[in-house]
């Protein structure tokens, strides 16, 4: 006989989301994985696909907290939309922080702020986040940062370029390459 899935209600997917808000805000990683399963799935645009488990996400944790040590959610931008008959919640945000540090991925501490806006879809199993789904403006994120141009300067309009004359010499290739075999 399956056993049935437990249910979370709307109180305790708040109470949960405002408690992993503050641990955020604490750069509390144990606080922040208690309310994880063990094999979590973990997606956000910084990296280049989503991770699994307690201590992937630990580290991608500590990762963000030592390049963003001032990290910080104002609470007043913080609002949380939870469904108990999806068993999942929409929590919207503001993130503020300064890049001091590097970050894994081989990226150099900027020394610059950043304030974006974002997304957090969570789903639920078993009273526990077993997916948490960033959304943000990655572009405008690594801009603010400087680590892309602006997109209005000549520096982007030639990175945009540059990218172009790339794709098309790479299709201009391929057509060339067809044909010789033919």
Avoid at 50 to 66: C, M, N, Q, S
Avoid at 149 to 156: E, L, M, V, W
């Amino acid at each position: 006989m399956a056993t049935a899935k437990s249910t979370i209600t709307e109180a305790r997917i708040r109470e949960i989301s405002k408690a992993m808000m503050k641990a955020w805000n604490d750069h509390d990683v144990d606080a922040i994985l208690a309310h994880l399963t063990d094999d979590v799935l973990w997606a956000e645009p910084s990296l280049e696909e989503p991770i699994h488990g307690k201590e992937a996400v630990a580290a991608d944790l500590r990762d963000t907290f030592t390049a963003f040590p001032d990290l910080h959610f104002p609470m007043e931008d913080f609002h949380i939309f939870p469904s108990a008959e999806q068993q999942a919640n929409v929590a919207t945000w503001t993130l503020t922080a300064t890049m001091t540090g590097p970050l894994e991925m081989g990226l150099p501490a900027t020394g610059k702020p950043v304030r974006i806006g974002g997304t957090t879809v969570s789903r639920f199993h078993d009273g526990e986040v077993s997916e948490f789904t960033t959304y943000y403006d990655s572009l405008d994120f690594m801009q603010q940062l400087g680590l892309l141009p602006k997109t209005s300067g000549i520096g982007f309009r030639a990175l945009v370029l540059a990218d172009f004359l790339a794709l098309r010499a790479g299709a201009l290739a391929g057509r060339a390459r067809k044909a010789v075999r033919l």
